[in-house]
């Protein structure tokens, strides 16, 4: 009895949520995240870019930066530079 209540509650938000996104794109607002927002990655960070295309792994390319840089950013700009190749 309870889940269906949820359920109908779920559904409920769910359209209310999409008509709000539909009237807001009617009004003339712009859904998304603003043009250019978005960091070149490969452009900032050389250093990195370098290390990676010399075959080092993501865990070593961030020891050698030593240890300034998190891994997690050495695996954005990998990603990011993968994107690129494949284009």
């Known amino acids: 009895m309870l889940m269906s209540v949820y359920q109908m509650e779920n559904t409920t938000k769910r359209e ?3 008509s709000g996104l539909r009237n ?3 009004n003339g607002s712009i859904l998304g995240r603003p043009k250019g927002s978005t960091i070149d990655l490969l452009a900032k960070h050389k250093k990195i870019v370098k290390y990676l295309i010399q075959g080092n792994s993501i ?3 961030a020891l050698l930066m030593g240890g300034i840089e998190k ?3 050495v695996q954005r700009v990998k990603k990011q530079l993968e ?3 494949a284009v």
């Open 16 to 18: 209310m949520i999409k």
């Open 24 to 26: 807001a794109v009617a």
């Open 59 to 61: 865990r070593n390319t």
């Open 71 to 73: 891994k997690s950013l």
């Open 83 to 85: 994107l690129n190749e």
